[in-house]
């Protein structure tokens, strides 16, 4: 393991592979910093840059906006009182009020350290955890695939504010996936007679669509500009001090570590995570009654916890092939664009060991450039968030057209970005979740091809699904979380009337 990981220490350092991991950091903690866009969004923006390079290095990119949007998502919570993105919910509760106390710059500078040791702990335990995992995963056989795919769509469908909503969108996930020529019987499905439907749906306009285009649509519906005058936000010292470092320093790492165990868990991410931390923290702090005043620690908790979860969220993806939040969904689409199918072959394959091991010790790297990109950045960040909307929208909407386009050069694939992007926007105005239906298509394939093989290894005898011990515990899963999620919503909604 060790000299693996030294071998991808190596890699990332290479000087085109480490550009990358700079590029993508840099690019996230801008975007994570506009509030209305995500690292979700801004992957999806990168697609047709990714899948043109080699494979290490769009994966190094695509971490770093990862690891850098959780942490551009503070920058305007800590300014404007509006999270950058919804990770960052719980940093505002502190960090507004120390910018309203004039220690603007002490928040930042407290936010990007403890940004790095929260995911510094994250990429420690991805590092000790995935092989291990991995290694478990090898023994899976096709109706464990198959149930595990099932569970995913679980996962993903309940994690919304309404369970029946999120398997419809894993539903019609499910069947668009099905557009194109069967795998088994080799006949035309849902191609309605167009020729461009026999290759099936292509995975990055849909992508642009569902995540990209829909908010540009959404915000151009709501209409005006950011609420908050950046411009009046002065930074001043951002290196925290010595009595700062002491007091986040607990906090930090138990954060970081609440994040890990969150992220873990797929379809949760630091939406969740940040609020766990936030409370753990002020618990077991000494001055817990000043929380939501302006202090350090109040800070460093959900800011920890936020970057926390990109390892642990990676964890199920590389071995499972089961994304931990929305991010990582759009990540895993990414990676099947590129050709990288994770999961526990990856770990065993030579091609796909160098993979594995060059986002282990990537996402270690990425943490040193996240800091000094955080505490770089400090003094302009007002700057950032003054980019008004008129000019940001259209910027946005081009680099879809153009990104969608440049999948296979046809405007074919522009209309099915634009009508996803519709299709997106309606499901958003009437709650219901994108990330299931692209989680649909993209475990669609891999459940089916397995639904077949096991049917066919048990000449069609559905029990094989029940008499094998893994695939057996992923259904009773399944069927728990949606049993449970839905009881859930019929509650909150009883309390809400």
Request: net charge positive; hydrophobic share 50%; charged share 10%.
């Amino acid at each position: 393991m060790f000299a693996n990981l030294i071998a991808g220490f190596i890699n990332v350092l290479q000087p085109f592979n480490f550009l990358m991991a700079v590029f993508g950091t840099v690019a996230g903690v801008v975007i994570g910093a506009l509030p209305g866009l995500s690292g979700s969004t801004g992957i999806i923006l990168l697609l047709p840059l990714v899948y043109k390079i080699d494979a290490s290095a769009a994966l190094l990119l695509l971490c770093g906006l990862f690891c850098g949007s959780m942490y551009g998502g503070s920058i305007s919570a800590i300014l404007l009182n509006t999270p950058g993105t919804p990770s960052a919910t719980a940093t505002l509760l502190d960090g507004y009020p120390m910018t309203q106390n004039g220690d603007a710059g002490r928040a930042l500078g407290i936010s990007a350290v403890s940004s790095f040791i929260g995911g510094l702990v994250s990429a420690i335990c991805l590092a000790l955890i995935a092989p291990q995992l991995a290694k478990v995963a090898l023994s899976f056989t096709s109706p464990d695939f198959f149930a595990l795919s099932i569970f995913g769509l679980s996962i993903m469908a309940s994690t919304g504010k309404d369970t029946v909503k999120g398997l419809i969108a894993g539903f019609i996930g499910l069947l668009i996936s099905t557009v194109g020529v069967d795998q088994v019987a080799g006949i035309d499905r849902f191609t309605f007679g167009n020729v461009r439907l026999m290759r099936g749906l292509q995975l990055l306009p849909v992508l642009i669509g569902v995540f990209a285009l829909s908010e540009v649509f959404t915000i151009v519906q709501k209409g005006g500009e950011r609420e908050g005058a950046a411009a009046s936000q002065r930074v001043g010292r951002v290196i925290p001090t010595k009595a700062d470092f002491s007091a986040l320093l607990v906090s930090a790492i138990v954060g970081g570590l609440i994040g890990v165990f969150i992220g873990i868990i797929p379809g949760t991410g630091g939406a969740i995570s940040c609020f766990l931390a936030y409370q753990v923290a002020k618990k077991i702090s000494k001055r817990g009654e000043q929380f939501g005043t302006g202090v350090p620690e109040g800070i460093a908790a959900p800011e920890a916890s936020n970057n926390g979860t990109t390892g642990g969220a990676l964890i199920p993806m590389l071995c499972l092939g089961v994304p931990g939040d929305t991010v990582t969904s759009v990540m895993l689409g990414a990676l099947t664009l590129i050709g990288v199918r994770p999961g526990p072959q990856m770990f065993v394959e030579p091609e796909g060991i160098t993979i594995v091991y060059a986002i282990l010790a990537g996402m270690i790297i990425i943490q040193f450039i996240m800091l000094l990109t955080g505490l770089g950045c400090a003094k302009v960040s007002p700057s950032i968030l003054k980019i008004p909307q008129t000019v940001l929208l259209p910027i946005i909407a081009a680099l879809c057209i153009v990104g969608a386009f440049s999948n296979s050069n046809n405007l074919f694939d522009v209309l099915i970005a634009i009508c996803f992007g519709i299709l997106g926007f309606g499901m958003k105005k009437f709650g219901y979740p994108g990330a299931p239906l692209v989680l649909g298509i993209v475990l669609g394939p891999i459940a089916e091809s397995n639904l077949n093989r096991a049917l066919i290894l048990s000449e069609n005898s559905w029990s094989t699904f029940v008499t094998h011990p893994i695939s057996c515990v992923f259904l009773i899963l399944s069927l728990v979380i949606i049993v449970f999620s839905v009881i859930k919503n019929i509650k909150d909604k009883k309390e809400s009337r």
